[in-house]
């Protein structure tokens, strides 16, 4: 049997390695990835803590965090698509349209 | 047996996690990508929620994966010689004090809880999609509903940021393309 807590370790492993890709890549597309990875590190939590405490309404959240994943996921690639037409570039460092 | 396939699934969708961050070329990140969704969906499997490992290879794996994959050749990147941001190291040292700190507290908490409504065997009389489907629509239905608005806002508004017909290098005039 595994421990629950062994699920909550990988999940704050995976959920790491997702914030240090937000922190340090510079491809816009490579941050939206890695907030993937800090969502899937979230539904892996929920869903351990779901069978462990024996109640459904973990798997209930993942689901929803799965469906607000993909309208992120929507909304996210069509910024990308504008600000790659004005800059022709998809470098975070760049984006500094809205700066003042 | 479990564990066996839990260090698999654990082992491998960190070390693809690992690749995501760390690969240069974007399309091999979102092959990577694609690898840590389908562990994390095995992982779904060994903590009895079926349901979820169809919706996470469907919906995931699928068609958000392929989203990515689709404005990836789109855009036709190329690869830069600075991926990295600029002082990255000091992002990662605290990022990785922090993460060890944490795995340190989570590793040793005792996690007693209250037990649900919902034990294994109930839930296996039926399937888990039958729970899922009970539990959804009875108690959270104003939720799934609240899920739905959300999602076809999110798609009203990525077919109005992503169209433009006119190019938006000019006077800034028109830029809603109206």
Known sequence: ?100 | MIAIFFAYFALVSILAGVLTVALKNPVHCGLALLAVLLHVSGLFVLLNAEFLWAVQVIVYAGAILVLYLFVLMLLNLKTEERYFHSSYLYFAGPAVLGACYVLFLLIQSPYGGLKGDSPAPAVLRNGDTYAVGIKMFSDYLLQFEIVGVFLLGAIIGAIVLAKSPKPINGDGGGRNGR
Not at chain 1, 8 to 14: D, G, H, I
Not at chain 1, 27 to 52: C, G
């Open chain 1, 1 to 100: 049997m595994v421990p629950l807590s062994a699920y909550v370790a990988v999940s704050a492993v995976l959920f790491i390695t997702g914030l240090l890709g937000v922190l340090i890549r510079r491809n816009f597309i490579i941050v939206l990835m890695a907030v993937e990875i800090m969502l899937n590190a979230a539904n892996i939590n929920l869903v351990a803590f779901s069978h462990y405490l024996e109640s459904m309404v973990g798997q209930l959240v993942a689901l929803f965090i799965i469906a607000i994943a993909a309208g992120e996921a929507a909304v996210g690639l069509a910024i990308i698509i504008v600000v790659f037409r004005g800059k022709i570039s998809t470098n975070v460092d760049e984006m500094n349209l809205l700066k003042w």
